[in-house]
Nanobody, 123 residues
Framework: QVQLVESGGGLVQAGGSLRLSCVAS????????TGWFRRAPGKEREFVAA????????YYADSVKGRFTISRDNAKNTVYLQMNSLKPEDTAVYYC????????????????WGQGTQVTVSS
């Protein structure tokens, strides 16, 4: 029902910024909660941020709180992750996820996932 495509990754120096986008298709996207996860080489998938379908509730991992901002524009079927003050440890493949339930998205068990976009932060 929902297809997700991430973009915006790239190579950036420590302290720099990137904005990731996740464009969704599907008639029911407006009612879906979404989130961002990341997987670094040799590490397990890690929760980054999540947002309710209305945008009224947001959640962040402690490791990114104060540096990353998740937002959405339902008119454009797009979820964003603004990443500031990037650190080398932020290097990972970033994935967006979506599901009807916010808690399911945050738990990493959402039904829909994108293909990922690589973020590399150099020191």
């Amino acid at each position: 029902q929902v297809q997700l495509v991430e973009s915006g990754g790239g190579l950036v120096q420590a302290g720099g910024s990137l904005r990731l986008s996740c464009v969704a298709s599907g008639r029911t996207f407006r009612s879906y909660a979404t989130g961002w996860f990341r997987r670094a080489p040799g590490k397990e998938r890690e929760f980054v941020a999540a947002i309710s379908w209305s945008g009224g509730s947001t959640y962040y991992a402690d490791s990114v709180k104060g540096r990353f901002t998740i937002s959405r524009d339902n008119a454009k079927n797009t979820v964003y992750l603004q990443m500031n003050s990037l650190k080398p440890e932020d290097t990972a493949v970033y994935y967006c996820a979506a599901d009807i339930r916010l808690n399911t998205v945050a738990a990493g068990t959402g039904d829909y996932w994108g293909q990922g976009t690589q973020v590399t932060v150099s020191s």
